[in-house]
């Protein structure tokens, strides 16, 4: 079956190359998924983890090609607003809100759920923000890379959904320093607080990013449009006034049509990579300033910590007059580059909708948008869609997700994302140095080759990991390899690996391609 699969993956490789249509991958169909969620893993980009509401959870090991599904359990209970972060050991870890059978009150608490096998199975959870009968909600977390701290942000109500003025929302922080074990007590990190009606007045949104130096960032609308706060603390202490960044002139909570509820809620995002860029804080958020028919995509930046923001930018590059919406933002922590996933009606008169992406490589200055989705599919204003998409990138492998309707029936998204070109039409692959063939024989027991292909002198590396990123072997190490058709003899026998899935990187200077293997 892996076979297959990886011969599926380099077939859709080159059908890409051919076409410049990026691969659609069913991800979940069951139990009306939305709201999704997904993670790449740094050290091994084939290990993907998804989710989505309420309970599901999709773990794949190929790169997004096939996924395993399954639905999460916990004492504390499972009720959506799933969020994934991943920390340097390769533990996963799904955010989620609560509905306790016993013992607690719905959504009364923010559920961390780990996960040591790949997402494969989950823990029970342990939680944080419990404030007697209070609502907790649309919580969103970060890692930081350094120590494995684990930042967690989020909208607490007194009474969620009520219009009494004596009641009020407000955004908490908390953190992990023992990969989830505990928590530390949930602490208020805005200053004007929001009403409780879930709409323009109420404080949502908030989304944590670290720093290269550790810093915290958290950006979220309310009353006051975007604001901002930082820790240089590691979240033990705040700014005493949260710096404002932009208005959302119609507010954050608006109408889309088609769409059962939509919203603009930002996305705070901090490149961390050795790039140019590095230490440059991003929003990225949508409104409806042109119009009710012009949703736009929207996108502003600090370089100096949050302090002071740079003058709006529209993301989406159509001519005005349609609608873009349920916009996500991820760096690429290895390029710096900057990957925006949202819905888009800029081809249609109707509510017909496609899925667009769009790149930045140089910080935010520019924007290009491609479409990803195979064909567009028409939601229906009586089915719930979720709040909001979601996208993982790791060194120019991208994995977008979305919600899509098939004819009744609600759906989960991939596409697959690999090329370096991404966002402009694809080369054919002798324009590429290298190409990279399946081993053989696979499974292997004693040996196996790698066969792989140069178009034009280059020097190569070639290397063999496990499933968590641990070298076992190196083939060739940056040695400068003539054009040709290559093949390299892997001793199994010689370096004993344990029976089990492997990959073997080829990398070229220019980009690094991954296959599967199966050792016997």
Partial sequence: MFRIASLIFFFICIGQMVSGQYTNILVGNSGDPEEPSIIINPKTPARIVAGANIDNFYASDDGGLTWQAGNLTSTYGVYGDPCLVIDTAGNFYYFHLSNPQVGGVWIDRIICQKSTDGGLTWSDGTYTGLNGTKAQDK???????????????WTQFDEYGVSNPADSSVILF???????????????????????????????????????NGELYVAWAGPRGIV????????????????????????????IPGIYRANGLPVTCCDISNGPYRGNIYINWSDQRNGLTDTDIWFIKSADGGLTWSSRKRVNDDPPGKQQFFTWMTVDQKTGYLYFIFYDRRAYTTSSTDVYMAVSRDGGDTFQNFKISESSFLPFGSIFFGDYTNISAYNNVVRPVWTRLQGAQITIWTAIVDSISVGTEIKPESYLASSLDQNYPNPGKEYTYITFKIHRPARITLEVYDLFGRKIATLLDNQMTNAGKHIEYFNIEKYRPAPGIYYYSLDDGERSVKRKMIVE
């Fill in 139 to 153: 919580p969103w977390a970060a890692v930081d890379p350094a120590t494995n701290t684990i930042y967690v942000t």
């Fill in 174 to 212: 908390s953190k992990s320093t023992d990969g989830g074990q505990t928590w530390s007590m949930a602490k208020r990190i805005n200053r004007v607080a929001g009403d409780c009606l879930d709409s323009d007045n109420t404080v949502e949104g908030a989304v944590p990013a670290i720093g290269p």
């Fill in 228 to 255: 901002f706060n930082r820790s240089l603390d590691q979240g033990e202490t705040w700014m005493d006034t949260n710096v404002f960044v932009s208005y959302i002139p119609g507010g954050w909570d608006y109408a």
